[in-house]
Antibody
Framework: QVQLVQSGAEVKKPGASVKVSCKTSGYTFTKYTLHWVRQAPGHSLEWMGWINTGNGTTKYLQRFQGRVTITRDTSASTVDMELSSLTSEDTAVYYCARDQRYCSATTCYSMFVFDYWGQGTLVTVSS | DIQMTQSPSTLSASVGDRVTITCRASQTISKWLAWYQQKPGKAPKLLIYKTSNLENGVPSRFSGGGSGTGFTLTISSLQPDDFATYYC?????????FGQGTKVEIK
């Protein structure tokens, strides 16, 4: 079965960086785009960026541009998300999520709908 | 960015009630709308995509409708497992955005 398992909770000081890992299994890793979505305490969901796990292409929400980096390791079926220059506003649960993907007779498309999610990783930024 | 507004923010209901949540987009998104259910401390779960398509394994008491800028999620007969927070998400335009959530609580 499809599984996305994330690394454990982190506590960081302001200005530091954090890297969250997402290990996938149960499907062909390189066929599905992976996204990162975060949720601050008591708030809604915010999409941060995605990575094409086949070719490594990434796209980030503009307000995170320059601060977030998403990478993948195809041999380990793992995606990492690193966020730098942390502030208290970055305190949140970070989720990886698989793109649903739609396939026609000839090609497949990312749908930007999230059908499987990791369990979430709490990142706390505090001095 | 497209703004997604859900109403109500909180809904109190009883087991067996028919419940409807509304999601409104700040501009047209055709039918590119999804609904998620989230329970405390858990990741969101995809319920419905493309306005009305039920994800595999989702009970048929859930249904979605609408188009353009107005959408609904209906639970035909609320079950104990359905008390949760529900989010809509548009994926018509970059960046995909979520509503603020509707909490369905026990009356």
């Amino acid at each position: 079965q499809v599984q996305l398992v994330q690394s454990g909770a982190e506590v960081k000081k302001p200005g530091a960086s954090v890297k969250v890992s997402c290990k996938t299994s149960g499907y062909t890793f390189t066929k599905y785009t992976l996204h990162w979505v975060r949720q601050a305490p008591g708030h809604s969901l915010e999409w941060m960026g995605w990575i094409n796990t086949g070719n490594g292409t990434t796209k980030y929400l503009q307000r995170f541009q320059g601060r977030v980096t998403i990478t993948r390791d195809t041999s380990a079926s793992t995606v990492d998300m690193e966020l730098s220059s942390l502030t208290s506003e970055d305190t949140a649960v970070y989720y990886c999520a698989r793109d649903q993907r739609y396939c026609s007779a000839t090609t497949c498309y990312s749908m930007f709908v999230f059908d499987y999610w990791g369990q979430g990783t709490l990142v706390t930024v505090s001095s | 960015d497209i703004q997604m507004t859900q109403s109500p923010s909180t809904l109190s209901a009883s087991v067996g009630d028919r419940v409807t949540i509304t999601c409104r987009a700040s501009q047209t998104i055709s039918k590119w709308l999804a609904w998620y259910q989230q329970k405390p401390g858990k990741a969101p779960k995809l319920l419905i995509y493309k306005t009305s398509n039920l994800e595999n394994g989702v009970p048929s008491r859930f249904s979605g409708g609408g188009s353009g800028t107005g959408f609904t999620l209906t639970i035909s007969s609320l079950q104990p497992d359905d008390f949760a927070t529900y989010y809509c998400q548009q994926y018509h335009s970059y960046p995909q955005t979520f509503g603020q959530g509707t909490k369905v609580e026990i009356k």
